[in-house]
């Protein structure tokens, strides 16, 4: 057992959001279609076959067996939890901010989970999350690393090239092209869905984003709403990865940080459009 995680209100007023966070510096169901593994991406096709639910996204990178969605939020979740515990060498310090952790999780959770990532990842804590995600294959041979939509509107294939998908998605990118809202009851939830808030003082950087856990891997003391997230970074403070549960967040003594209902400054739960 790793060491208890009892995180104190006190603790979460004194520091739980230094920053806003920005744009960093610097087995398969249903019919997919076909990838020329040549050239790495879609082949041609109707708009319909491409993209058929016209959520932006192409239809090959979307996880359509239940056991991908659920290994995908397992390793997702679990990458995530573990940078509260030790910080990874493998995510660049550069980007560490809120919208860094869930695009370093996201990105990693793709990833095959062999020997070299283990050892790339620098730490134990990863041992048997969950199997691979199939569906990933498909994924980096239509997206490469370019995981993140950037721009509203239906698939096409030039999206490939006119840097519709990127490397790098803020909060807000996130939240408007690559997820979809759910609810602002955490009783909708599921691991792996995001929160955010709007807090437009921040003028900069107004959007702040978490990732939901559910029950922790580690010291979850029993309880179902466990989040992390980085309180982003700044020029003076490279900011920090907390862990609490949402129950302790209610109380905190700024209203307008409170993941409740009629908090005007909470948007609510949003799930990937990759796993929808």
Known sequence: MRRSCYITIGIICACVLQAGCGL??????????????????????????IDADRDGLPDAVELRSHNDRENFRRWFTGIAETQFYETSAAWNAEQRDCAGLVRFSWREALRSHDRLWFRKMGTNSYDSIAPDVRAAGAISATLGDKLFRTHLGAFRETDLD?????EFADARTLKDYNT???????????????LFYHQPWAQKYP??????????????????????????????????????????????????????????????????????
Request: net charge positive; glycine share 10%; proline share 6%.
């Open 24 to 49: 960093s510096r610097a087995s398969n169901g249903g019919a997919k279609p076909p990838v020329d593994s040549a050239r790495g991406r879609l082949l041609s096709g109707t708009m319909g076959e």
């Open 162 to 166: 006119d840097q519709t998908f990127a």
């Open 207 to 276: 959007y702040h984003v978490m990732i939901f856990l559910g029950p922790a891997r580690e010291a979850g003391e029993g309880a179902s709403d466990w989040v992390v997230y980085h309180t982003g970074a700044s020029a003076m403070d490279e900011g920090t990865i907390k862990k609490v549960r949402l129950a302790v967040l209610d109380q905190h003594p700024d209203p307008r940080w409170r993941p409740i209902m009629n908090n005007r400054h909470f948007l609510g739960f949003y799930r990937l459009r990759m796993l929808q």
């Open 180 to 194: 979809d809202f759910i609810s602002r009851d955490r009783r909708q939830a599921r691991p792996g869905d995001l």
